[in-house]
């Protein structure tokens, strides 16, 4: 399977472009390391690949994925991603655990992050509910990806008001958090939740908005209509 990542990395140089790669670093706070790659570029190289990875046991797709963070560059790391909630049919319950690893070892900015965890880890969490206490272990981690992922692991199913308890809890124990990624990643899942759940985040705001920075604040109530903001952001 070596040949795969050879190749992979072959057609991502010769589709590096150092304007990219300056440009996107505006968006981190962090270096970042990429070849400068755009992301419909880095999913086109990675699709003619997709059937064979797919027919793959999970340990051998993780082994590759494990390859592509271990370079530390940002265009590999989605394609770990990519591969990864491929097999999302097939996960067990130990793969939360492979999961786990990469966001402590190799994920060092948002885009990784929640690349990740937007997709598999949220996919995961469908499939086996009963974990989404792990999240909540997450959530208390000195690893600020680790609390960031326990948030943002829950975007989509919040959406479609799912986990809305694990969700407020997770929230709760995130809420007074001094990193700016992880107030947004906790905001932003609050404001997935309002998109299904309007009062009820809108209660819990309302509730916690002495103790909550304002980032978390603001991103937790952006879908909510004006009056409802300005009620949240009075002092």
């Not at 989404?132 to 690893?143: F, G, M, P, V």
């Not at 990643?185 to 509730?207: C, H, P």
Request: hydrophobic fraction near 40%; glycine fraction near 4%; include cysteine.
């Amino acid at each position: 399977m070596k040949e795969i990542i050879a190749e992979i990395r072959d057609e991502l140089k010769k589709n590096a472009d150092p304007r990219i790669q300056i440009a996107g670093q505006r968006f981190f706070k962090e270096k970042v390391q990429s070849y400068g790659v755009k992301t419909a570029m880095v999913m086109k190289i990675a699709k003619p690949y997709d059937k064979r990875v797919a027919s793959l046991d999970n340990m051998l797709v993780f082994a590759l994925c494990e390859d592509l963070w271990r370079s530390g560059i940002m265009e590999e790391s989605f394609i770990a991603c990519h591969w990864s909630y491929l097999i999302r049919k097939k996960y067990l319950d130990c793969d939360l655990k492979v999961f786990e690893k990469w966001i402590e070892l190799h994920v060092s900015n948002w885009a990784s992050c929640d690349t990740l965890c937007n997709h598999s880890v949220g996919s995961f969490i469908d499939s086996y509910p009963q974990r989404i206490e792990d999240l909540k272990k997450w959530a208390q981690s000195r690893n600020r990806w680790c609390r960031r992922a326990a948030a943002v692991s829950l975007i989509i199913p919040a959406r479609r008001g799912k986990f809305l308890g694990d969700i407020f809890s997770i929230a709760g124990i995130l809420l007074e958090d001094k990193d700016d990624m992880v107030q947004k990643g906790y905001g932003w899942m609050l404001k997935s939740a309002s998109q299904a759940q309007q009062k009820e985040v809108f209660d819990f705001v309302m509730n916690s908005k002495s103790r909550m920075p304002r980032t978390a604040l603001r991103y937790a109530i952006e879908k909510m209509p004006r009056s409802l903001k300005a009620k949240a952001m009075e002092k």
